[in-house]
């Protein structure tokens, strides 16, 4: 499984941003696929994360309202739209998939055990 996220960048508080992970062909019907960030000197946490199976998705407290996790399986890319965003939100952005098949991603984010580069997003004015 290859995983390639895209489209970090520098952005003022209160913009947005839409991320997106290529992964190889096939990969999104079998595997859940989540989004991680770590900022400096700080854990990496998950952030959201897609059920392969049906689609249903999941998003962090710290984020909910404000970014959205889907997926085009055609493309086999899954995206991460991120609005109002802020300060706080800076980090490296990491998209990871859970390579053992079936069951919900919630509540799985020791599972996900194959992972893609990250991309930066700052936030600043």
């Known amino acids: 499984v290859q995983l390639q996220a895209s489209g970090g960048g520098l952005v003022q508080p209160g913009g947005s941003l839409r991320l997106s992970c290529e992964a190889s062909p096939g990969t999104l019907d079998y595997y859940n696929i989540a989004w991680f960030r770590q900022a400096p000197g700080k854990e990496r946490v998950g952030v959201a994360c897609?059920?392969?199976?049906?689609?249903?998705?999941y998003t962090s407290s710290f984020v909910k309202g404000r970014f959205t996790m889907s997926r085009d399986s055609a493309k086999s890319t899954v995206y991460l739209q991120m609005n109002v965003l802020k300060p706080e939100d800076t980090a490296a952005y990491y998209c990871?998939?859970?390579?053992?098949?079936?069951?919900?991603?919630?509540?799985?984010?020791?599972?996900?055990?194959?992972w893609g580069q990250g991309t930066q997003v700052t936030v600043s004015s």
């Open positions: 990871a998939a859970d390579l053992k098949p079936g069951g919900t991603c919630l509540g799985r984010w020791n599972e996900f055990d194959s």
């Open positions: 897609i059920t392969a199976s049906d689609g249903s998705t």
